[in-house]
């Protein structure tokens, strides 16, 4: 592999390497469901820090995907330092725990939006463990602990990663089935935390336990991307059976690979919108208790017997959607929701016994949440008091994994209508589907017989035409190890 490569072109081919190596002629035919997520065990929050999103996939990939297991993610800016944050503050406070940040709006709280996802993780997939993923030169670490020098401090983190552990460990949640207040110390197996390395001008990062700076077991060593910023500031749904689906259509479409911000809500756009009552009286949320616009909302006061939920989570996105636009200078929204969603059948029908199988609530909550944005980009952003515009897509995951484009403004990256996909990021998903993801990326395969000699019998040998969508010529055999660069 050239040495002179991008760390983005690095990424894109190591996600080519892991695909089967039989390519199988023919037409594409998808076929099968999404498997069900039963088998969900452990609550994964990191940040969202596009420059670590290889890595981070790569160990959701070899942790829990190739076990057959699967993980709820939740993302907060600074990750565990992010889970301690309580409020607003001009100032910073000094020392180790960060309870206040400009980088929270007024009012709202990071730590309120953590935990309920917690609750819903636990509700909804018995999750009984937590994986708590920070890395260095993290500029919410900066903005809000005090942090120089780029963020080498392995000790901040480890101090943020100890706040956070025992605040969950004696916080009360409610069990899973049973309704009952159950310390987080007696629901939780394991709180475990790890970070990825590297200075700002490395091309590389390790990841370590965040304990005492150890290599993690086994070593997970990847790519790393610049701080050249992102395009698209994604939001996805924490229900890990779509999740996969939408992973694979991030890391292979082309313009979107390893530059997104990734933002995840349980509902994802209504998760956010159930926050507010009104466009008019956007951004200020809800009052607590208060169900807003959803009179049918059993979250949001206290009804389903898991605590009153979702007033933190629309501001929480919105204050990301803010960082994501100071620090990696994004220019478009893309939304993924899903059929057959949990948040939406509490939400708008008060009951997990009601159906979400049409399109039509999911494009109406994805239009209003594009409102909210267009408000908020115009005067309401706190971080950046210059007007601006962001394009927006809206997608619909459906329940065979079909991905559906239902908003275009046609702005921004230009994507076609539809598209399907799978990865073996969360759930191990048929080959058929891995290749399609394959086919849709930078690259296109076949496979041909390897004929070396005119007479040798090739019966079972075979490798791979690989042709690179830029000026290479077409239908050029190459070794699997090698790339057509111009």
């Given at each position: 592999m050239p040495l002179s490569l991008s760390a983005g072109d690095m990424t894109r081919?190591?996600?080519?390497?892991?695909?089967?190596?039989?390519?199988?002629?023919?037409?594409?035919?998808?076929?099968?469901?999404?498997?069900?997520?039963s088998i969900t065990r452990t609550f994964v929050l990191a940040c969202i820090d596009p420059r670590f999103a290889y890595a981070l996939e790569q160990y959701l990939d070899q942790t829990y995907a190739q076990g057959g297991s699967s993980y709820d993610l939740f993302i907060l800016a600074g990750a565990s330092?992010?889970?301690?944050?309580?409020?607003?503050t001009a100032t910073p406070p000094p020392g180790n725990t960060v309870p206040?940040?400009?980088?929270?709006?007024?009012?709202?709280?990071?730590?309120?939006?953590?935990?309920?996802?917690?609750?819903?993780?636990?509700?909804?997939?018995?999750?009984?463990?937590?994986?708590?993923?920070?890395?260095?030169?993290?500029?919410?670490?900066v903005a809000c602990n005090?942090?120089?020098?780029?963020?080498?401090?392995?000790?901040?983190?480890?101090?943020?990663?100890?706040?956070?552990?025992?605040?969950?460990?004696g916080e009360s949640f409610f069990a899973n089935t049973t309704g009952t207040a159950t310390l987080g110390s007696v629901i939780f197996s394991t709180i475990t935390g790890y970070y990825f390395d590297g200075v700002a001008a490395d091309d590389s990062t390790n990841m370590?336990?965040?304990?005492?700076?150890?290599?993690?077991?086994?070593?997970?060593?990847?790519?790393?991307?610049?701080?050249s910023g992102a395009k698209v500031l994604v939001l996805g749904c924490i229900d890990p059976r779509y999740s996969a689906v939408m992973t694979s259509f991030l890391t292979q479409y082309k313009g979107v690979q390893f530059i997104y911000d990734l933002f995840i809500l349980a509902g994802a756009s209504l998760g956010a919108n159930q926050s507010y009552t009104t466009l008019s009286a956007f951004?200020?949320?809800?009052?607590?208790?208060?169900?807003?616009?959803?009179?049918?909302?059993?979250?949001?006061?206290?009804?389903a017997n898991i605590g009153n939920l979702g007033r933190s989570w629309g501001p929480t996105f919105f204050d990301h959607l803010s960082v994501a636009r100071l620090l990696h200078n994004i220019s478009e929204v893309w939304v993924f929701d899903h059929l057959d969603c949990g948040a939406y059948k509490l939400i708008l029908s008060g009951t997990t016994n009601a159906f979400d199988n049409t399109n039509g609530p999911h494009i109406t909550e994805m239009e209003k949440l594009k409102k909210f944005i267009d408000k908020y980009t115009n005067g309401y952003d706190p971080l950046n008091t210059s007007q601006y515009s962001l394009a927006f897509k809206g997608f619909i995951i459906g329940e065979t994994g079909r991905?559906?484009?239902?908003?275009?403004?046609e702005d921004g990256i230009?994507?076609?209508?539809?598209?399907?996909?799978?990865?073996?990021?969360?759930?191990?998903?048929?080959?058929?589907?891995?290749?399609?993801?394959?086919?849709?990326?930078?690259y296109i395969t076949q496979v041909q017989p390897l004929d070396m000699t005119a007479n040798q019998n090739t019966t079972g040998i075979s490798q791979q035409n690989l042709t690179e969508l830029c000026g290479c010529s077409s239908k050029t055999l190459l070794p699997r190890d090698t790339i057509c660069r111009t």
């Open positions: 081919i190591r996600r080519l390497e892991r695909v089967t190596k039989v390519i199988p002629n023919g037409p594409f035919s998808y076929s099968s469901t999404l498997p069900n997520n330092m992010g889970g301690n944050l309580t409020g607003n206040t940040c400009a980088i929270v709006s007024s009012g709202n709280n990071w730590r309120v939006a953590l935990k309920n996802h917690i609750q819903v993780a636990i509700t909804l997939h018995n999750v009984t463990q937590i994986v708590i993923i920070d890395h260095l030169n993290c500029g919410a670490y005090g942090a120089t020098g780029g963020d080498q401090n392995r000790q901040l983190h480890e101090d943020q990663f100890d706040a956070l552990k025992a605040y969950i460990n370590r336990n965040i304990a005492d700076g150890s290599l993690r077991t086994p070593p997970i060593s990847e790519p790393k991307g610049t701080n951004p200020a949320p809800r009052a607590v208790g208060n169900r807003g616009s959803y009179p049918n909302n059993v979250l949001a006061d206290g009804a991905i559906e484009n239902v908003i275009n403004d230009k994507i076609e209508t539809n598209w399907f996909g799978s990865s073996r990021i969360r759930n191990p998903a048929s080959t058929q589907t891995d290749l399609m993801a394959f086919r849709r990326a930078d």
